[in-house]
């Protein structure tokens, strides 16, 4: 059996799939397979995919799930102890797919590998190295826009969550946690299900020897839009509802509120206030009908460890805006 599946969700992605596939065929391991989610595309993916690539496993859904219902159906589909996402964007350095299996190889209570993400332009620049999430209530990007010279990134360690867009995860795991929640269709659904390791005790961490190249909203166009925007708010309405405990809430009204203060600010200045409002009622509205993480007395050592990453991630967030301005 190989160790890992590398599943690749791809919703009209002709133009980014051959740097993506070719990449693969280059790895310095074989121990993988590569199996690809078709959303429904409309444009040549699907053939594409059928001429060039017929070694590689291909699925085609019905209509578009989004990204977590067509990862889920990739991660069910597999039969490795690993499931490597992948967005159908990027390039992976030949040494990529080693880096996270050996990671991962390390500790079996590592739910997740989040590899370095540089820039596919601009390749002198971050993209990612792990996400982060603070008691704001914002969710970032661990590095972005900071140098990849920058021996801050060099070294493995923990993150709240990793990228979905081309981390690992231990398969069994999601028989414990759950899969990714699909009331998220797109966005802050790898944060989601990284939060949910951490209540239950695993750990998710960065592995800058695995390194992969990014060109950022493949899928859904542009840095911002309506849709994402939307999407973002609503998401980030079920993160905190679902994940946090009562006591947590409370702790964290204010830093909460605040956060949404600031984000309407920024968004009317960028021209999105509808759309983040929008978000933000339908998130208050829908909470409801989620399903929130189990609390447990056994999980109070996690939610204290959790509560002080949030706080430490807002110090985070907070020196790497002021080294990018």
Not at 173 to 198: C, K, M, N, P, S
Not at 200 to 210: D, L
């Amino acid at each position: 059996m190989k160790k890992a599946t590398v599943v690749i969700p791809n919703y009209n992605g002709e133009k980014y799939l051959k740097d993506c596939l070719e990449a693969l065929k280059h790895q310095d391991t074989d121990d993988f397979e590569v199996l690809i989610i078709d959303n429904a595309s409309s444009d040549g993916s699907v053939p594409f995919i059928r001429e060039h690539y017929p070694d590689f496993k291909l699925m085609v859904m019905e209509e578009n799930l989004g990204f977590a219902g067509g990862v889920n159906a990739g991660i069910e589909a597999s039969e490795t102890p690993y499931v490597i996402l992948l967005n159908n964007d990027t390039e992976a350095d030949p040494h990529y797919v080693k880096a996270l299996i050996d990671a991962m190889d390390k500790d079996d209570r590592i739910f997740s590998v989040s590899p370095k993400m540089v820039q596919f332009y601009h390749r002198e620049l971050l993209d990612d190295a792990g996400d982060g999430y603070t008691f704001t209530g914002w969710g970032f990007q661990r590095g972005v826009g900071q140098k990849t010279s920058d021996p801050a990134y060099d070294k493995p360690c923990a993150v709240f969550s990793s990228c979905g867009g081309a981390a690992a995860y231990r398969k069994q795991v999601f028989d414990e946690i759950g899969l990714f929640d699909t009331a998220h269709f797109a966005y802050l659904e790898d944060i989601d299900v990284g939060w949910r390791a951490l209540i239950y005790g695993y750990k998710n961490v960065y592995e800058p020897s695995s390194v992969v190249y990014h060109v950022g909203s493949g899928t859904s166009g542009s840095k911002y839009n309506d849709f994402k925007v939307k999407l973002a708010a609503r998401n980030n309405i079920y993160l905190v509802y679902k994940n946090m405990t009562p006591l947590q809430k409370m702790i964290n009204f204010l830093p909460l509120k605040t956060g949404q203060a600031v984000k309407r600010r920024f968004f009317a200045k960028e021209g999105f206030l509808k759309a983040y409002e929008e978000g933000l009622q339908e998130g208050k509205e829908k909470k409801h009908t989620m399903k929130k993480v189990p609390y447990r007395l056994s999980h109070m050592g996690n939610y204290l460890k959790i509560e002080g990453m949030l706080i430490s991630n807002m110090f985070v967030y907070i020196k790497e805006y002021l080294k990018r301005h």
